[in-house]
């Protein structure tokens, strides 16, 4: 089956850099894009941008400078890094598979807690 | 960028009832290009509907979505105890960006 597994949660002092890993499997990588949503605690799903199966990339303008999106074709894996990181990048990553422009299936989260 | 509004914020209903959450865009949406997702607390979001009214794979047919422009409707027709949840809309005709609506709470009455 389609299934998208994230890595672990991650601690952050502000200023830092932290990157999330997303693995692809159950269907053919290059054929779909890969989109990064991120959902503060108690708060509602904020999307962050996209990288397509060719490697074509689009962010949300307030992460610009900041988020760098990739992916590996040989070990289908998509990652998704963000720099300079502040207090309110505190949240849930999730990155979640999409073809025609909704979302289907999502990683299970990555927790980023970015705390002094 | 495109605005969803969803409404209400929070609605409570016993299990057998009838639950309507909307939708509104602050602009017409291209195609009717329109999500709904489910989410349970400390899970990921699961697709519900696309295209405004296709339900995804093993999407019981107690969902339903409607809607086109700037107004959609998701429907849940008998609600069931896994039904309560949060709601988001999705609007995917404003590519390559996109936006989400800030939720409906769904809690049992």
């Known amino acids: 089956q389609v299934q998208l597994v994230q890595s672990g949660p991650e601690v952050r002092k502000p200023g830092a850099s932290v990157m999330v890993s997303c693995k692809a499997s159950?269907?053919?990588?290059?054929?779909?894009?890969i989109s990064w949503i991120r959902q503060a605690p108690g708060q509602g799903l904020e999307w962050m941008g996209w990288?397509?199966?060719?490697?074509?990339?689009n962010h949300e303008q307030k992460f610009q400078g900041r988020v760098t999106m990739t992916t590996d074709t040989s070990t289908s894996t998509a990652y998704m890094e963000l720099r300079s990181l502040r207090s309110d990048d505190t949240a849930v990553y999730y990155c979640?598979?999409?073809?025609?422009?909704?979302?289907?299936?999502w990683g299970q989260g990555t927790l980023v807690t970015v705390s002094s | 960028e495109i605005v969803l509004t969803q409404s209400p914020g929070s609605l409570s209903l016993s299990p057998g009832e009838r639950a309507t959450l909307s939708c509104r865009a602050s602009?017409?949406?291209?195609?009717?290009?329109l999500a709904w997702y489910q989410q349970k607390p400390g899970q990921a979001p699961r697709l519900l509907i696309y295209?405004?009214?296709t339900r995804a794979t093993g999407i019981p047919d107690r969902f339903s979505g409607s809607g086109s422009g700037t107004d959609f409707t998701l429907t849940i027709s008998r609600l069931e105890p896994e039904d309560f949840a949060v709601y988001y809309c999705q609007q995917y005709g404003s590519s390559p960006s996109t936006t989400f609506g800030q939720g409906t709470r769904l809690e049992i009455k």
């Open positions: 979640a598979r999409f073809g025609m422009g909704w979302f289907d299936p």
């Open positions: 295209g405004a009214s």
């Open positions: 159950g269907y053919n990588f290059p054929s779909y894009g």
């Open positions: 602009q017409s949406v291209r195609f009717s290009y």
């Open positions: 990288i397509s199966g060719s490697g074509n990339t």
